[in-house]
């Protein structure tokens, strides 16, 4: 069956099993849209920003587990992707991007609406393809989904000349795929899985460290499973939130510049660090010298380069992280009486982390008088669904989120951890409750972040997606404020959003609903209203305009170094 290149393209996206892809047309691209009238089983959703469109793949991806597909023009279309890409990039989220490009006769001549969108990704794409012949667009497709959902996952840009749309061969869709030179290793080694064991079991100060490799490897059964067969503590990062029930007694919560006491100070004074799908990023060790210096560390991971990119590792273990787990744990129940002897040993280790939950807990200082944006975030977790998904933007209110919220499933929190774009949260919202219409979706939201991608509430209501929006607004760039108040004497530069919006008009301008909450009174009916309020709603809370987030770890400091909350 001969078909155009347009049509090829949907046809490969229908069989990879893409029901939703976030698209914004252009004259590079028209030919695909028009194809889209043929296309029942695929809905786009016109997303008003092309950045904003990859967000919500993005989010869609996160959430659902598939691959997230988003859709440009070239040009100012195909740039406009390039900061969704980076932030999937750096968070191994599996994406297809789109973008339309000018004929191939005219590539290099500086044509209308033509830049080097391959030149541009290469850096933050896993892989991508500019296609020169419609008969290799099939193929090309088949290896993008492939790359972009193995091994370490991560965007695919597939650049796409107008007239390789236009033109026709016969369409065939491989049934599978061969990289050369690309081949994940999936099985982790066994010799070293036993060395695992056997340095378990020699430890009386584990930790074990995970990071969002086990969320996306859908490992948390088997990390569940090796904590509690082990008795051992663990901790999370921002993107390994969920992956660990937050209200068992063995986490630890969030490690690093924002985390708990307890986990900052497990890590410090462990003497074996089990990572688990994590990078050791900046963020979490903060002065590396300083971090886990008693520990032999164990370094799990399906990507071989972030093995030892950071910290010295004694252990490297490469493969699926959910592979890996279930070896570990079942070499350990095989080994009986000395996995009974090593949760016995470690019980004073328990206690001493025990001791130090009670001694500095994660807490803030109660008010009557002003609305605390903790107290919002443990009201919202206290009336929402058991399976709400949240998307946070970036800033305080994404710490807040990720202190207070307690998180206990994976693919529930979807926040950037990497590239920290403001504007991310709607449009990932947005992607989450297109993936899942039925679920509750909640994006959480400081009211300059907010104002990057609030065009977004017109998709919202377009579509239909009763996404509920929560504006923690202190009329600052709060984090940025944060530390020009503690390192640069309370100069406030460029940080003060004194315009005064109405955000409960702004709603309404777009079709939904709005409420706002100004007292600490007001807070739980302002949620519980919106949650009971059909279509997409805004909830504003006029919170306290200088709090902080805290306890917090200075740049260059090492974790046993907090800022700590009184």
């Not at 749309?165 to 030179?181: C, W």
């Not at 504006?471 to 404020?481: A, K």
């Not at 020009?484 to 939904?512: C, H, M, N, W």
Request: aromatic share 8%.
């Amino acid at each position: 069956m001969k078909l155009a290149g347009a049509r090829i393209l949907l046809e490969c996206l229908k069989m990879e099993g893409v029901d939703t892809v976030f698209g914004y047309p252009g004259g590079t691209v028209i030919n695909i849209f028009d194809e889209l009238y043929s296309f029942p089983d695929i809905k786009n959703i016109l997303p008003r920003h092309e950045q904003a469109g990859v967000h919500a793949a993005d989010g869609y991806a996160r959430a659902s587990g598939k691959v997230g597909v988003a859709i440009a023009t070239s040009g100012p279309g195909a740039t406009n992707t390039v900061t969704g890409i980076a932030t999937a990039y750096m968070d191994s989220i599996p994406l297809v991007v789109i973008t339309g490009q000018v004929p191939t006769a005219l590539i290099g001549n500086d044509a209308f609406q033509e830049v080097d969108i391959i030149g541009i990704t290469r850096p933050c794409t896993k892989h991508n393809f500019l296609v020169k012949n419609v008969k290799e667009l099939a193929g090309i497709v088949k290896k993008a989904f492939y790359i972009a959902r193995t091994g370490r996952p991560g965007p695919v840009l597939i650049d796409l000349p107008k007239d390789v749309q236009l033109a026709v061969t016969e369409f065939r869709y491989p049934d599978t795929v061969e990289i050369k030179g690309y081949k994940p290793t999936i099985e982790g080694h066994p010799k070293q899985v036993e060395k695992a064991a056997s340095m378990l079991l020699s430890a009386r100060k584990p930790v074990i460290y995970v990071g969002g490799g086990v969320v996306l490897g859908n490992a948390a059964p088997e990390l569940r499973k090796l904590a509690e067969a082990l008795h051992a503590p663990v901790t999370t990062t921002l993107m390994g939130l969920g992956s660990f029930p937050e209200d068992s007694p063995l986490s630890l919560g969030l490690l690093g510049m924002h985390g708990t006491f307890y986990a900052n100070m497990a890590v410090t004074e462990c003497d074996l660090l089990v990572a688990v799908g994590a990078r050791f990023d900046d963020r979490v060790t903060g002065k590396i010298p300083a971090f886990a210096p008693h520990a032999k560390i164990i370094h799990i991971d399906v990507d071989p380069t972030s093995i030892r990119k950071n910290v010295r590792v004694d252990l490297p273990i490469v493969g699926a992280v959910q592979d890996v787990l279930a070896k570990l744990t079942t070499c350990l129940e095989e080994r009986g009486e000395a996995a009974e002897n090593f949760r016995n040993s470690i019980k004073p280790w328990l206690e001493q982390i025990d001791g130090w939950k009670a001694k500095h807990p994660m807490t803030f200082r109660e008010s009557t008088q002003v609305i605390k944006p903790q107290s919002v975030i443990r009201k919202l977790r206290e009336l929402s669904a058991p399976d709400a998904i949240i998307a946070t933007d970036v800033g305080q209110h994404q710490m807040w989120t990720a202190q207070f919220f307690t998180f206990t499933s994976p693919r529930t929190l979807l926040s950037s951890g990497g590239l920290g774009p403001m504007g991310y949260g709607l449009p990932a919202a947005m992607g989450a409750q297109a993936a899942f219409p039925e679920r509750q979706v909640i994006a959480v939201c400081g009211d300059g972040g907010f104002q990057m991608n609030l065009q977004k509430i017109a998709t919202l209501v377009q579509n239909r997606l009763p996404v509920k929006v929560c504006i923690l607004n202190n009329r600052y760039l709060g984090m940025v404020r944060q530390w020009q108040e503690l390192f640069f004497g309370k100069r406030y530069s460029q940080t003060v959003l004194d315009l005064p919006i109405d955000f409960v008009k702004l709603a309404e301008a777009f079709g939904a609903a709005g409420f706002s909450a100004t007292r600490p009174d007001e807070v739980e009916e302002v949620i519980r209203r919106g949650f009971a309020t059909p279509g997409p709603v805004i909830m504003e809370f006029k919170i306290d305009r200088e709090e902080k987030v805290l306890p917090m770890v200075p740049a260059g400091a090492s974790l046993n170094e907090m800022v700590l909350a009184s």
